[in-house]
Nanobody, 124 residues
Framework: QVQLVESGGGLVQAGGSLRLSCVGS????????MGWFRQAPGKEREFVAG????????YYADSAKGRFSISRNNGKNTVYLQMNSLSPDDTAVYYC?????????????????WGQGTQVTVSS
């Protein structure tokens, strides 16, 4: 079992940057595909980015390509989401999630464990 705790959210002006972190418990963290999702008010939760177990493969939603970067440090049981050029449309609660499937997935049903989320608010 993996417990996930996100941090790094906050209030930022449009055009600014934030780096989210997600720390996982357990010695098997490196065995999981990790993903970032977000949920804006009144909207369904959506996939943002994913990374495979060793960090060599990544995948991004179209909305994140060119602006966001996902990475991981298995020695620290941590996955990161660097977010640049933020816009008000990026305002949401951001969640990290762990999947034991072995492949990066965009569907939230493929992820077994979830963090509690961290709020990101981008002002115009």
């Amino acid at each position: 079992q993996v417990q996930l705790v996100e941090s790094g959210g906050g209030l930022v002006q449009a055009g600014g940057s934030l780096r989210l972190s997600c720390v996982g418990s357990g010695r098997t963290f490196s065995g999981y595909v990790m993903g970032w999702f977000r949920q804006a008010p009144g909207k369904e939760r959506e996939f943002v980015a994913g990374i495979n177990w060793n960090g060599r493969d990544t995948y991004y939603a179209d909305s994140a390509k060119g602006r966001f970067s996902i990475s991981r440090n298995n020695g620290k049981n941590t996955v990161y989401l660097q977010m640049n050029s933020l816009s008000p449309d990026d305002t949401a609660v951001y969640y990290c999630a762990a999947s034991g499937d072995g492949l990066i997935a965009t569907r939230e049903g493929r992820y077994n464990y979830w963090g509690q989320g961290t709020q990101v608010t981008v002002s115009s």
